[in-house]
């Protein structure tokens, strides 16, 4: 009861950190047995398990560096998009292989289909329980997001991969090989793009003060709360400065407004959650062109200020 009591009266980081270290300390028993039984049955599960290895050494990364209070966030961001990348590389290898090498013919049981389908949908629960459980918070519990969705992709397209080997009398392997490939590709950018991101994101980097030098060129503040709008979306919020001017001095931070899904009601994001395979892509798509189109914003807001006869100065 002590634990329980204990958990539930954690911050939202804290409470963060455990289910990650629990997903962690699961997956890591998975693919130590894959590895195991890839030795004695079937070389193709010890890479399987080297890929799942650096995913998780990435998650990694995000737990120590969330739980330190050292000042090494450049190290194991570096370290995080190392090993995304390795990872990506051993599995888009590994999926592309079989349109060049046939992998063996192997009958597979109900049994051994049923397995293996429910270790992938055990690690897709996990994955997706930490995708949907944490929050914006900084860039250590963004990039857990990242790998969660990750590691959810591959379980999928592993049960895909058994379930048409076992079904299909057909030659599945080039569906699983291309399929495998862009899940590659697709968590090779995710290493860019947490190799770029703290340059170019506005997380840890929301608050934002100025000074006012030239109070001629002042045309936006005149006094009290002010509320600047960045970037327009209305389908994932729209980026806004709030900040209040007193003294001559500007403070404020950048924040994201609601996004289209907070904003539905019910019934819609039921109808959204029946339409997920389809509308996933889009809105994958659509966050990517977000995140180009609000690169750098405390930059942006810096001209702004700067424009307007302010200067920026620390928080």
Same mark, same amino acid.
């Given at each position: 009861?002590?634990?329980?009591?204990?958990?539930?009266?954690?911050?939202?980081?804290?409470?963060?950190?455990?289910?990650?270290?629990?997903?962690?300390?699961?997956?890591?028993?998975?693919?130590?047995?894959?590895?195991?039984?890839?030795?004695?049955?079937?070389?193709?599960?010890?890479?399987?398990?080297?890929?799942?290895?650096?995913?998780?050494?990435?998650?990694?990364?995000?737990?120590?560096?969330?739980?330190?209070?050292?000042?090494?966030?450049?190290?194991?961001?570096?370290?995080?998009?190392?090993?995304?990348?390795?990872?990506?590389?051993?599995?888009?290898?590994?999926?592309?292989?079989?349109?060049?090498?046939?992998?063996?013919?192997?009958?597979?049981?109900?049994?051994?289909?049923?397995?293996?389908?429910?270790?992938?949908?055990?690690?897709?629960?996990?994955?997706?329980?930490?995708?949907?459980?944490?929050?914006?918070?900084?860039?250590?519990?963004?990039?857990?997001?990242?790998?969660?969705f990750c590691m959810a992709l591959i379980a999928i397209l592993?049960?895909?991969?058994?379930?048409?080997?076992?079904?299909?009398?057909?030659?599945?392997?080039?569906?699983?090989?291309?399929?495998?490939?862009?899940?590659?590709?697709?968590?090779?950018?995710?290493?860019?793009?947490?190799?770029?991101?703290?340059?170019?994101?506005?997380?840890?980097?929301?608050?934002?003060?100025?000074?006012?030098?030239?109070?001629?060129?002042?045309?936006?503040?005149?006094?009290?709360?002010?509320?600047l709008v960045l970037l327009k979306s209305a389908v994932y919020g729209a980026y806004i400065y709030r900040a209040?001017?007193?003294?001559?001095?500007?403070?404020?931070?950048?924040?994201?407004?609601?996004?289209? +899904?907070?904003?539905?009601?019910?019934?819609?994001?039921?109808?959204?959650?029946?339409?997920?395979?389809?509308?996933?892509?889009? +809105?994958?798509?659509?966050?990517?062109?977000?995140?180009?189109?609000?690169?750098?914003?405390?930059?942006?807001?810096?001209?702004?200020?700067?424009?307007?006869?302010?200067?920026?100065?620390?928080?």
């Amino acid at each position: 009861m002590g634990i329980f009591r204990m958990y539930k009266n954690a911050s939202f980081e804290q409470r963060t950190i455990f289910k990650t270290v629990v997903s962690l300390c699961f997956s890591s028993a998975l693919a130590c047995g894959k590895f195991v039984i890839g030795l004695f049955s079937d070389y193709g599960l010890c890479i399987i398990a080297v890929y799942t290895f650096a995913l998780l050494l990435a998650k990694l990364q995000c737990v120590a560096g969330a739980a330190s209070k050292k000042n090494s966030f450049k190290k194991r961001n570096a370290l995080m998009a190392t090993f995304l990348m390795l990872s990506s590389i051993v599995y888009a290898g590994f999926m592309c292989r079989s349109l060049f090498v046939a992998p063996p013919k192997r009958d597979y049981g109900l049994g051994y289909v049923l397995f293996v389908a429910f270790i992938s949908f055990s690690e897709l629960g996990f994955a997706l329980a930490g995708i949907f459980r944490t929050k914006n918070k900084g860039h250590f519990y963004r990039d857990i997001k990242i790998i969660n969705f990750c590691m959810a992709l591959i379980a999928i397209l592993t049960t895909q991969t058994v379930i048409l080997d076992f079904m299909s009398e057909a030659d599945a392997r080039i569906y699983n090989a291309y399929t495998g490939m862009g899940i590659g590709a697709f968590i090779a950018a995710c290493a860019v793009f947490i190799a770029v991101a703290p340059k170019l994101s506005v997380v840890g980097r929301e608050h934002n003060v100025f000074e006012l030098v030239e109070a001629e060129k002042n045309k936006i503040v005149c006094g009290g709360a002010l509320e600047l709008v960045l970037l327009k979306s209305a389908v994932y919020g729209a980026y806004i400065y709030r900040a209040r001017f007193a003294g001559g001095r500007l403070e404020g931070d950048i924040v994201r407004g609601p996004s289209l +899904w907070k904003r539905m009601n019910i019934f819609l994001k039921i109808l959204c959650c029946v339409l997920s395979e389809i509308l996933v892509f889009a +809105w994958l798509i659509g966050r990517a062109v977000l995140f180009v189109r609000s690169a750098n914003l405390p930059a942006r807001l810096e001209g702004i200020m700067v424009a307007n006869g302010f200067k920026k100065c620390g928080g």
